[in-house]
């Protein structure tokens, strides 16, 4: 479908405003002689506007599952890509490792990332909180009393975490803080034992 649409509009300015300043009325008065001249010459002006719709054609994948299915690993492989760009320019290593092996996060899959942070993953709240507490406790070296210091020492951590992601934390890491709390807890309890 397409319409044209014409028209002749001669230039006309405006009701010119008094000025105070004579360079400024010099100027408006060389303006408007020159827009009297255009008129005079009678100018007209043609704009064409050119509507039309064309309906796309997936020449891909007839069915919306698979094709769903592609853009959201598109999406994935997208941000797994910006992700590691952002960590290459601030001089960070994109290498995991877990007690098995080294990981390239640019390489990982979904479902290789979903394993990973699964209840029972290596990066999952169980280990992760194990391995914090762990640490924690072998600071401590033994002491129960130092429970306080390390209460505080994985709220400053966490906190620091949130603030490197803009102030918090995805549900994964609150969790994993809370089952370190509670591992802490349960060590003082019994007695650094």
Same mark, same amino acid.
């Given at each position: 479908?397409?319409?044209?649409?014409?028209?002749?509009t =001669?230039? $006309?300015?405006?009701?010119?405003?008094?000025?105070?300043?004579?360079?400024?009325e010099?100027?408006?008065?060389?303006?408007s002689?020159?827009?009297?001249?255009?008129?005079?010459?009678?100018?007209?002006?043609?704009?064409? $506007?050119?509507?039309?719709?064309q309906?796309? $054609?997936?020449?891909?994948?007839?069915? =919306?599952?698979?094709?769903?299915?592609?853009?959201?690993?598109?999406?994935?492989?997208?941000?797994?890509?910006? $992700?590691?760009?952002?960590?290459?320019?601030?001089?960070?290593?994109?290498?995991?490792?877990?007690?098995?092996?080294?990981?390239?996060?640019?390489?990982?899959?979904p479902e290789?990332? !979903?394993?990973?942070?699964?209840?029972?993953?290596?990066?999952?709240?169980?280990?992760?909180?194990? !391995?914090?507490?762990?640490?924690?406790?072998?600071?401590?070296?033994?002491?129960?009393?130092?429970?306080?210091?390390?209460?505080?020492?994985?709220?400053?951590?966490?906190?620091?975490?949130?603030?490197?992601?803009?102030?918090?934390?995805p549900?994964?890491?609150?969790?994993?803080?809370?089952?370190v709390?509670?591992?802490?807890?349960?060590?003082?309890?019994?007695?650094?034992?």
């Amino acid at each position: 479908m397409t319409h044209t649409i014409s028209y002749q509009t =001669p230039i $006309v300015p405006k009701n010119p405003r008094p000025y105070q300043n004579k360079n400024i009325e010099t100027t408006d008065t060389t303006m408007s002689k020159s827009l009297e001249k255009l008129n005079a010459q009678e100018t007209s002006a043609t704009d064409t $506007v050119t509507f039309s719709q064309q309906t796309a $054609v997936s020449e891909t994948y007839s069915r =919306p599952s698979i094709a769903g299915q592609n853009a959201s690993e598109d999406g994935f492989d997208l941000l797994r890509g910006l $992700v590691a760009n952002l960590l290459k320019e601030q001089g960070i290593d994109y290498k995991i490792a877990n007690a098995i092996e080294e990981m390239d996060i640019t390489q990982l899959s979904p479902e290789k990332a !979903r394993a990973l942070i699964a209840d029972d993953g290596y990066f999952g709240v169980a280990q992760t909180s194990d !391995r914090i507490a762990d640490f924690a406790i072998a600071l401590a070296g033994g002491d129960p009393g130092r429970l306080a210091v390390l209460q505080e020492g994985v709220e400053q951590g966490f906190s620091e975490a949130s603030d490197a992601l803009g102030g918090w934390l995805p549900d994964i890491s609150n969790q994993t803080h809370d089952a370190v709390m509670q591992k802490l807890d349960a060590w003082a309890q019994q007695g650094g034992a």
